[in-house]
């Protein structure tokens, strides 16, 4: 499970000089083209803001879980290194979130930095120990993670007598019960600027997808340039002949770790994205499903591609309820169609897996490829 | 300022007249027809209560089949939410914002109606008769678009501390529990209506996690605590290791089983009739597997139903009488708005049901709400089991607690 196992396109940037970055999936823009691609950009990410209030939201869990899957992305489509426990690292940054708004009395904004800031440490400490770990071992004992995520979140710690109890980690994530949070209102000024410009209120629907872009951005634009560092480099070299990549240099533990602890990161970011979003938290919400549903989302999207996380987030928030909607749709025929929704999912997943074996970025990149090659 | 000030009055007067006339109808209501969206689990591990999504759609299609209420058709928009609470959240707001359902009527489940709860209160759209028996759902003045339906556990301890306390004042309670929010809810509403004599009478308690195999040995503890009532707060499968491990420590006190695992073909059965004599239950709707209710007009008229709308249905399941009983309470608060279907009409008409008999409610349990009370039911009878089933006894006892306890 470590070299040639991984899919994926063979980064051609590798052996390129850094200056000629500004690229498409590997197809060189005139200056015209890169501007018009541009604007083409923003005005897709603004486009949701002017659509109704559901499909602002929708469009903001998009992005949220695109972040997400980008965070397993990292680590298994550059650095070779399996997860089925992220969703502990989704609940790790959820609860954070919510701590420190509710208990610190932060500002929700605030506590994003923290946050990544927590789950990079708790990353980097659970790679340390599981590098030991190769390949199906590691991503059995993530899967331990993942499983043990729900429980630990209603851990109510360990009876002392009297009803009384000690290290309750429930007292603080709200157990069973969950943790409703504070509304992430929009800043006053902004509010006043849009209330000019469309004569309405800035919801807080728009104001949530406006700070979730704003922070997905950031963290895609933080992912393309570690990608393309000298440590992007050294985190591919591990993945495609870890023992070559010793010789080289560089400290595979290290770097194997970090990547675990960028990962972590990136995911527990998503996860305090979603708790703002949802303004609830439970312990459900953080089930090895979820962890099941980044690695869906990485390996629908690419799992070796920084924007393919853009498509499998779309993927894994759109196509159940499309799948919801194909089963109720056969209720004349069947009974308890909506017992289908998962049957129909699978069908769309495996007819996925077939017509883009390396996910929408390489079908995308096949496809620009050759139209770039006709023109 | 005079000036502005009038301009504020006339203004204000305007908004009031607009938004008057804007509330006359929710959203999703047409002269032909009222949108009503639920989120029910009909996959993932809480699947076995689908049962009671499509009970109510069977019966909003029997109401439909006879013209509707005052012409207008329920449209029931029921949605898997697979029990997961991020999910509840996506569809119920979908639900709200896309499909412009009037109101959300029987969401199933603890952690799911919790995600929405707030969302819900702040959208003031109403969230109603929620298939859950937490406590937290009646709450009018922190949260009063959102209502419970079912008594809720507190209340059953209540009922429970009221028997023990009328029959055996010098008991000597033993307590076994699931640490969850169910548990403690039940817990809770013993303490409650024990009031001063809890630590008099409370001498053990045992809590179990969801997880555990077994809970054998709790029950060997809570036996030599030397109780002689024993409140037994667990789901189906510990029930019935409860009652096969009493039996055969011979323990012998006042057993109460909560209302939760108290049926025969999942619990009693399993653990063995000759185990089971003389335990304690409670009930608020009519068992249909009850003998006595055979020839019952009431019995009947649902079994009529279920014969008609929802053949594939389970006669034996509870929650198909659960779903046909919640449905008559929502067309009858419909019924009662009349043509004001706004939802603030409803909600009002929802917490203004006075001695209201829906269908197979036990004899003498009637539904009852104000503005100040948002649980409608809070009754129980107590039954005791007497050779193949439960015999109901006494009067029927209110275990009413308070609002938002």
């Given at each position: 499970m470590t070299t040639t196992s991984m899919p994926g396109p063979m980064p051609a940037f590798l052996n390129e000089n850094p200056k000629d970055r500004v690229r498409l999936l590997g197809?060189?823009?005139?200056?015209?083209?890169?501007?018009?691609?541009?604007?083409?950009?923003?005005?897709?990410?603004?486009?949701?803001?002017?659509?109704?209030?559901?499909?602002?939201?929708?469009?903001?869990?998009?992005?949220?879980?695109?972040?997400?899957?980008?965070?397993?992305?990292?680590?298994?489509?550059?650095?070779?290194?399996?997860?089925?426990?992220?969703?502990?690292?989704?609940?790790?940054?959820?609860?954070?979130?919510?701590?420190?708004?509710?208990?610190?009395?932060?500002?929700?904004?605030?506590?994003?930095?923290?946050?990544?800031?927590?789950?990079?440490l708790s990353g980097f400490l659970f790679g340390l120990p599981a590098l030991r770990l190769e390949g199906l071992f590691l991503a059995l004992a993530t899967f331990a993670l993942a499983i043990a995520t729900p429980q630990l979140l209603k851990f109510e710690g360990f009876d002392i007598g009297d009803g009384e109890h000690i290290l309750s980690i429930a007292a603080i994530t709200g157990g069973v019960q969950g943790k409703g949070l504070d509304t992430p209102y929009p800043p006053e000024w902004l509010?006043?600027?849009?209330?000019?410009?469309?004569?309405?209120?800035?919801?807080?629907?728009?104001?949530?997808?406006?700070?979730?872009?704003?922070?997905?951005?950031?963290?895609?634009?933080?992912?393309?340039?570690?990608?393309?560092?000298?440590?992007?480099?050294?985190?591919?070299?591990?993945?495609?002949?870890?023992?070559s990549a010793k010789t080289m240099g560089i400290n595979t533990a290290i770097f194997k770790s970090a990547a675990f602890g960028v990962s972590a990161m990136y995911t527990g970011v998503a996860g305090s994205l979603f708790a703002i979003m949802d303004e609830y938290l439970a312990p459900e919400s953080f089930t090895f499903a979820e962890a099941i549903k980044f690695l869906v989302g990485g390996v629908v999207g690419g799992i070796a591609s920084l924007f393919g996380a853009l498509f499998g987030g779309w993927f894994v928030l759109e196509i159940p309820n499309l799948a919801d909607l194909m089963a109720s749709s056969l209720a004349d025929f069947i009974n308890n169609p909506q017992g289908l929704t998962g049957l129909i999912y699978g069908l769309f997943l495996i007819f996925t897996v077939y017509v883009m074996p390396m996910g929408a970025a390489g079908l995308v990149q096949i496809l620009v490829r050759k139209v770039a090659d006709k023109g | 300022m005079k000036l502005a000030f009038g301009t504020m009055v006339a203004m204000a007067a305007l908004a009031l007249a607009v938004g008057g006339a804007e509330a006359r109808n929710a959203p999703g209501v047409t002269d032909k027809e009222i949108k009503i969206g639920n989120s029910n689990p009909y996959s993932g591990p809480a699947a076995a209560y689908s049962s009671i999504g499509k009970s109510i759609g069977a019966c909003f299609d029997k109401f439909n089949a006879e013209g509707g209420i005052n012409g207008r058709k329920i449209n029931f928009v029921s949605v898997d939410d697979?029990?997961?609470?991020?999910?509840?959240?996506?569809?119920?707001?979908?639900?709200?914002?896309?499909?412009?359902?009037?109101?959300?009527?029987?969401?199933?489940?603890?952690?799911?109606?919790?995600?929405?709860?707030?969302?819900m209160n702040r959208k003031k759209v109403p969230q109603l008769f929620v298939a859950t028996g937490a406590t937290k759902w009646g709450q009018p003045d922190k949260f009063p678009w959102t209502m419970g339906w079912q008594p809720n556990y507190q209340s059953e301890g209540v009922v429970f501390a009221r028997y023990l306390m009328a029959n055996f004042p010098n008991a000597k309670v033993a307590i076994l529990y699931q640490n969850d929010d169910y548990g403690k809810d039940y817990v809770h509403g013993i303490e409650i209506g024990l009031g001063d004599k809890l630590k008099d009478m409370v001498v053990a308690r045992e809590s179990y996690e969801v997880t555990d195999p077994t809970i054998e040995s709790q029950v060997v503890n809570?036996?030599?605590?030397?109780?002689?009532?024993?409140?037994?707060?667990?789901?189906?499968?510990?029930?019935?290791?409860?009652?096969?491990?009493?039996?055969?420590?011979?323990?012998?006190?006042?057993?109460y089983l909560n209302s939760v695992s108290n049926s025969i073909g999942s619990v009693i059965s399993k653990a063995g009739f000759e185990k089971s004599q003389d335990i304690v239950t409670s009930f608020y709707l009519k068992d249909p597997n009850d003998p006595e209710w055979q020839n019952d007009d009431d019995y009947k008229a649902w079994s009529a139903w279920m014969d008609e709308y929802y053949p594939d249905g389970d006669k034996t399941d509870a929650f198909t009488v659960y779903g046909w009983s919640v449905c008559h309470t929502l067309i009858t608060t419909l019924e009662k708005a009349g043509n004001d279907l706004s939802r603030e009409n409803i909600m009002k008409q929802a917490a203004d049901l006075k001695d209201y008999k829906a269908p197979m409610l036990l004899p003498g349990i009637t539904i009852n709400t104000s503005p100040t009370d948002f649980y409608p039911i809070e009754e129980w009878q107590l039954a005791r089991f007497k050779d193949k089933g439960w015999e109901r006894f006494g009067p029927i006892i209110a275990g009413a607690v308070g609002s938002g306890s």
């Open positions: 197809v060189r823009l005139p200056l015209l083209e890169r501007v018009l691609l541009w604007i083409m950009v923003v005005a897709l990410c603004a486009a949701p803001l002017f659509a109704d209030g559901y499909t602002v939201y929708e469009f903001g869990k998009v992005l949220m879980y695109a972040l997400a899957v980008l965070g397993l992305n990292l680590l298994t489509g550059f650095n070779g290194q399996f997860s089925l426990g992220h969703s502990a690292f989704f609940a790790v940054g959820a609860y954070s979130t919510a701590i420190m708004m509710e208990m610190l009395g932060m500002p929700y904004w605030t506590t994003i930095v923290p946050a990544a800031a927590i789950c990079f509010n006043s600027i849009w209330l000019a410009a469309t004569g309405d209120d800035l919801s807080v629907d728009r104001w949530k997808y406006m700070f979730t872009l704003i922070v997905v951005a950031i963290m895609f634009w933080g992912a393309w340039n570690l990608v393309h560092s000298r440590t992007g480099r050294a985190l591919i070299a591990i993945r495609d002949n870890p023992l | 697979g029990y997961s609470p991020p999910r509840t959240v996506e569809q119920i707001r979908k639900l709200v914002e896309r499909e412009n359902v009037a109101f959300v009527f029987q969401t199933l489940g603890t952690p799911p109606n919790s995600a929405i709860h707030e969302y809570l036996k030599n605590s030397g109780a002689d009532a024993f409140y037994n707060v667990t789901t189906p499968k510990f029930a019935a290791q409860a009652i096969s491990k009493m039996a055969e420590l011979g323990w012998k006190p006042v057993h």
